[in-house]
């Protein structure tokens, strides 16, 4: 973490876990032990039709809500598609983009993510763009070559004061849900890398200011060692965030 320069964020990924009806115990937890945080953000990002009772429960606390994908769509004939204005409308901030489940399971591409990342800045949610290699790659030894493309394309035709604001997750495949997490020195690496990558892009200062964070397997036990890198400005927590208690543990490693 480097505060001087950037934000720490903390992000709870919920995944398809949890009912809207559940997210008011949840809230209640989280608001009781999560007071006391004055150094990071916190966004805790629900599945859609969970983002009015987050919003409800988050209410006046640091937490705000994130949604976890969105339509590259403004408006119009999508079926079943949400869009940014929709999601901004119902309360969310923060947006999850090019999650590597959603890389996976949906068939997005480095070029659907581009087009997401414009239509979240578009529609004044602000993105955390996921990145990572996956197990095969790392084995083959291109880990950096697939992350520095990854993200060209993500931030292809994002203009400089739009970058500055975009949260980056480095979250390596194989670790995601695996238990298996990159060791803080392999995680910095890849961070160190993303942020020369912003730098290449843009310049020093808008690579200064990005916020990366680390995502996979992130956990109470973990969380310290990883926050202490330079270029990992907090965390992308899934698992780990279903559970206010352990969530809060990640958050008290952060507000340090
Ligand atoms: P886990 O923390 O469950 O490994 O998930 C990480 C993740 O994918 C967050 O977006």
Redesign the pocket.
């Known amino acids: 973490m480097n505060r001087k320069y950037r934000k720490t964020v903390i992000?709870g990924?919920w995944?398809m876990n949890l009912l809207p009806s559940d997210v008011k115990a949840y809230g209640e937890a989280l608001r009781q032990r999560a007071g006391k945080v004055k150094f990071c953000d916190l966004v805790v990002?629900v599945p859609a039709v969970s983002i009015p009772a987050a919003v409800k429960a988050f209410r006046d606390t640091r937490i705000a809500v994130g949604a976890q994908d969105l339509s590259e769509h403004a408006s119009g004939a999508y079926t079943g598609e949400v869009s940014a204005a929709q999601l901004k409308d119902a309360g969310a901030k923060y947006v999850?983009v090019g999650?590597?489940?959603r890389r996976t399971y949906h068939g997005e591409t480095n070029e659907t993510v581009n087009a997401k990342l414009h239509a979240s800045i578009d529609g004044g949610l602000t993105p955390i763009v996921?990145v990572g290699e996956t197990q095969a790659q790392r084995d083959m030894g291109i880990s950096k070559d697939i992350i520095r493309a990854q993200v060209k394309t993500a931030f292809y035709k994002i203009p400089a004061d739009r970058a500055r604001k975009i949260i980056i997750?480095y979250?390596p495949v194989w670790?995601?849900?695996?238990?298996l997490t990159a060791t803080p020195a392999e995680a910095q690496e890849i961070c160190s890398e993303i942020r020369a990558v912003i730098r290449s892009l843009y310049d020093a200062r808008i690579a200064r200011a990005v916020t990366i964070l680390y995502?996979?397997?992130?956990?109470p036990a973990n969380a310290a060692e990883l926050l202490a890198q330079p270029d990992i400005d907090g965390g992308?927590?899934?698992?780990?965030?279903l559970d206010a208690g352990k969530f809060v543990q990640v958050i008290n490693a952060a507000n340090q």
């Open positions: 992000a990924n995944k990002c999850i999650h590597s489940e996921c997750a979250e670790a995601i849900g695996t238990g995502g996979g397997s992130m956990n992308l927590i899934g698992g780990a965030s």
